[in-house]
């Protein structure tokens, strides 16, 4: 059985963040590890060529998009600005009828 600390809103969205975070930080490993023997792949193959820049780059782009969502969550987007939206959105029907 669930506590009541478990089961609060505020509990559920940190447990949420902590499951983005773990995601960010197994793709910013795996993005390490592959990108660190491709590096050597290409060091050993053709030296004088370094193909490996565009993977490098390209999925660097990704890691940087998926550290930006998870880090950046919620600053411009985020709940409060949710809430004010919908309560704008009320108030303007209520005008728009009156």
Known sequence: MES???Q???Y???R???????GFYAHLAVYLAVNAGLLVINLFTAPERLWVMGPLAGWGIGVVIHGAAVFLRGRFFGNEWEDRKVRELLQRQQQSRS
Request: proline share 6%; hydrophobic share 30%; glycine share 0%.
């Open 4 to 6: 009541t600390v478990e």
């Open 16 to 22: 949420r963040q902590v499951q983005r975070l773990r």
């Open 12 to 14: 559920q969205a940190a």
């Open 8 to 10: 609060s809103p505020e």
